[in-house]
Structures are given as C-alpha cells and as structure tokens.
C-alpha cells in the first residue's frame, strides 16, 4: 500500500540496513536498528510483513452514582425569589373554602355579641361550636412538636465517606482502589474488555464482580460518555500491552449498597471530593461527564 512505497522509497536512499546514510544537514550517521527508518525498511524488503504496533489494553469503566436524596438549601438569591413568587401567588388567588369559613365564624361572633341578639334563631344552641380559628390553633400546636430530621448525618459529621448515607443533598459517585503495579490507584470500577462483549457489557461486568447481587442498578445508554488512555508503570509495560484505553459508561443507583466489601477499598464522593483520590489527568477526563447543580450554583 501507500506505507510500503513509502518505506519503499526512503530504502532506495539508504546504502544499506546499517550502513551509512545522510543525516540532517548532509552529514553520514547510522541508521539504529529498532527505528521508524529501521522498521520502514524492513517492512519495504518484506511485502508481507505488517508493522508492529504498540497494544492497548481496551477496559469498561462505570460511573455509578447516587442521586440525591433532599433537595439542597437555598442560595439567598433563590430564596428571595421564592418569596417573590409567593407574593404574587397570595396577591392574585382567591379565598380557599378555609379562609371563606373564618369570615363566616367571625360574623357569626359579632352577631352574637350584638345588643339585638335572638339566641331562639339559631338552630345549634346549646352545642359546642368548633371554628376555623380554632381548628388553626389547634394545627400550630401539633406543628410546635414536630422535629424534622437533620440535614447532616452521623457520617457527615464522623467523614465517613464508605457509606450512602451522607451528603443527601448531592450527588455521590463510586470509586474503589485497584492495585496497578506495585501501587494503589482509586479508580471508577473497570475491567478489561473480553472477546464478544460490547464495551457496555464489559462495563456491567465491572459492577457484577464488584458487589456481585448488591447493588441495582440502571445504565444510561449504550454508547460511552468518556474516554481516557494511560500508560502503566514502566515495570508492567509489554510489547502487546504499554497501556490502557478506557471507555467510561454512567449508572444510576437504584438500590443496595456495598456492605460486604472491605471498608477502604471504595469511597462515596461528590463531585467536589473526586480531587482528594483521582489523578489530575484522569480526574480531567471524569469532570467532563459528572455534572452537579451544586458546584454550578453555590
């Protein structure tokens, strides 16, 4: 093909492999075996010989994430809006059947209290009259002893990031720590891509072996919101595999969680605590597809 004229082209200029050659500026060198001159001319001489490239190990990566569970607190700039938008409701409505019998109960008790008063004309003398006002009264009371739950939770106050039941008002997503190399790495769940499986399958996979039944899930998709490559430390590098391309798919938490896993192997996070475990290439790469309202309207 077009690689192999051109291969072709530049051994015409040698004298042979090894030998002597031109280099920059007119000057004889040796051209080194191993080269991309090298392995040019050596696919030139033999037509049916085919480059070989550097391998990449090909993975399925999940980005599993819990939604949040409470709607966050207001800025001040949303709280007063909302304000805003509870007057122009209250100017603009009309009197609910509740209020419309407040009216009626207060008429009622300046009737009664009038000079010309006639007890025989109303036909419930005698019983106890309960009115508007006082079924009000009688809803503040039971709403001075109502305690709602706290917003921060036991794990909230302890940083107990190995656990759901923090951060309700944000998102969380999974990370656990895979050893690569002589070291450990926090990761989004990963595993190597196997013969027959779509990138997707390879990515369920990952979740499966990682909390087995625990955890239900939903995956948004079939094509995959990231993509990241990295090289593996020079000690576990080969000639088939220098490093890994990973393709990243988004899940939802439906239930379950990671109970019978090893405390310290995996994490909880938000998006803001995503910089405290990934690498700064690798967290480049996940902040293009984790999106939180938080960070963006603090």
Same mark, same amino acid.
């Given at each position: 093909?077009?690689?192999?004229?051109?291969?072709?082209?530049?051994?015409?200029?040698?004298?042979?492999?090894?030998?002597?050659?031109?280099?920059?500026?007119?000057?004889?060198?040796?051209?080194? &075996?191993?080269?991309?001159?090298?392995? =040019?001319?050596?696919?030139?001489?033999?037509?049916?010989?085919?480059?070989?490239?550097?391998?990449?190990?090909?993975?399925?990566?999940?980005?599993?994430?819990?939604?949040?569970?409470?709607?966050?607190?207001?800025? &001040?700039?949303?709280? =007063?809006?909302?304000?805003?938008?509870?007057?122009?409701?209250?100017?603009?409505?009309?009197?609910?059947?509740?209020?419309?019998?407040?009216?009626?109960?207060?008429?009622?008790?300046?009737?009664?209290?009038?000079?010309?008063?006639?007890?025989?004309?109303?036909?419930?003398?005698?019983?106890?009259?309960? /009115?508007?006002?006082?079924?009000?009264?009688?809803?503040?009371?039971?709403?001075?002893?109502?305690?709602?739950?706290?917003?921060?939770?036991?794990?909230?106050?302890?940083?107990?990031?190995?656990?759901?039941?923090?951060?309700?008002?944000?998102?969380?997503?999974?990370?656990?720590?895979?050893?690569?190399?002589?070291?450990?790495?926090?990761?989004?769940?990963?595993?190597?891509?196997?013969?027959?499986?779509?990138?997707?399958?390879?990515?369920?996979?990952?979740?499966?072996?990682?909390?087995?039944?625990?955890?239900?899930?939903?995956?948004?998709?079939?094509? &995959?919101?990231?993509?990241?490559?990295?090289?593996?430390?020079?000690?576990?590098?080969?000639?088939?595999?220098?490093?890994?391309?990973?393709?990243?798919?988004?899940?939802?938490?439906?239930?379950?969680?990671?109970?019978?896993?090893?405390?310290?192997?995996?994490?909880?996070? /938000?998006?803001?605590?995503?910089?405290?475990?990934?690498?700064?290439?690798?967290?480049?790469?996940?902040?293009?597809?984790?999106?939180?309202?938080?960070?963006?309207?603090?």
């Amino acid at each position: 093909g077009a690689q192999c004229k051109m291969a072709a082209a530049a051994l015409r200029r040698l004298p042979a492999l090894g030998g002597r050659a031109l280099g920059a500026g007119g000057r004889q060198g040796t051209v080194r &075996p191993g080269s991309e001159l090298h392995s =040019a001319a050596r696919v030139a001489g033999d037509p049916g010989q085919t480059p070989r490239l550097p391998g990449w190990q090909r993975c399925g990566a999940v980005c599993l994430q819990r939604a949040a569970i409470l709607s966050r607190e207001k800025n &001040p700039m949303e709280s =007063a809006f909302a304000q805003l938008l509870e007057q122009v409701e209250l100017e603009k409505s009309l009197y609910s059947d509740h209020e419309l019998q407040v009216f009626e109960d207060e008429e009622k008790i300046r009737w009664r209290q009038a000079e010309d008063y006639d007890s025989e004309e109303e036909e419930d003398v005698g019983q106890d009259i309960v /009115t508007a006002q006082d079924l009000e009264d009688m809803w503040e009371q039971k709403l001075r002893q109502f305690r709602a739950a706290d917003r921060e939770q036991e794990a909230d106050k302890k940083d107990d990031r190995s656990t759901l039941n923090r951060r309700l008002d944000e998102k969380l997503t999974l990370l656990v720590k895979e050893k690569v190399g002589d070291e450990d790495i926090w990761l989004l769940p990963q595993s190597e891509w196997k013969p027959g499986e779509t990138m997707r399958q390879t990515a369920e996979r990952a979740l499966s072996a990682l909390s087995g039944n625990e955890l239900q899930t939903a995956f948004l998709g079939n094509a &995959p919101a990231g993509f990241y490559k990295y090289k593996y430390p020079k000690a576990m590098r080969t000639s088939d595999n220098v490093g890994a391309k990973v393709f990243f798919f988004k899940a939802w938490l439906v239930n379950g969680d990671l109970e019978a896993r090893r405390k310290g192997d995996y994490v909880w996070v /938000t998006k803001s605590e995503l910089k405290d475990y990934l690498k700064p290439k690798y967290l480049q790469q996940v902040n293009r597809f984790i999106f939180d309202t938080a960070a963006m309207y603090p």
